[in-house]
């Protein structure tokens, strides 16, 4: 079973950038389809990015496209979410996930498909 550590988050300004990591550990990630949801204080957890086990497909949030660039090193077995152009908006807890995919190309975006969760990371973007 894969266990999943987030890291990377923390404080920044807005206009700043911050590179989240979601390190895997048990099994490797490379046949695992992975993607990052955030929950912000008093709303539901929501989708950000999503990107298949080959790292081939990758999926967005409509609203982050162009500001958050999800990717994974299978060397490292490691995910990443590059997130610049940071907005207050932007705070919440990070959280990466995965799930076991047959399907070399197939995106997951919906939380309910996905089987493997991390503790998740603070991200707080001040004004």
């Known amino acids: 079973q894969v266990q999943l550590v987030e890291s990377g988050g923390g404080l920044v300004q807005a206009g700043g950038s911050l590179r989240l990591s979601c390190a895997a550990s048990g099994r490797t990630i490379s046949s695992y389809a992975t993607g990052w949801f955030r929950q912000a204080p008093g709303k539901e957890r929501e989708f950000v990015a999503a990107?298949?086990?080959?790292?081939?497909?990758?999926y967005y949030a409509d609203s982050l496209k162009g500001r958050f660039t999800i990717s994974k090193d299978n060397a490292k077995n490691t995910l990443y979410l590059q997130m610049n152009s940071l907005k207050p908006e932007d705070t919440a807890v990070y959280y990466c996930?995965?799930?076991?995919?047959?399907?070399?190309?197939?995106?997951?975006?919906?939380?309910?498909?996905?089987?493997?969760w991390g503790q998740g990371t603070q991200v707080t973007v001040s004004s």
């Open positions: 996930a995965a799930v076991a995919s047959m399907r070399r190309e197939t995106i997951y975006t919906s939380e309910y498909e996905y089987r493997i």
């Open positions: 990107i298949s086990w080959s790292g081939g497909s990758t």
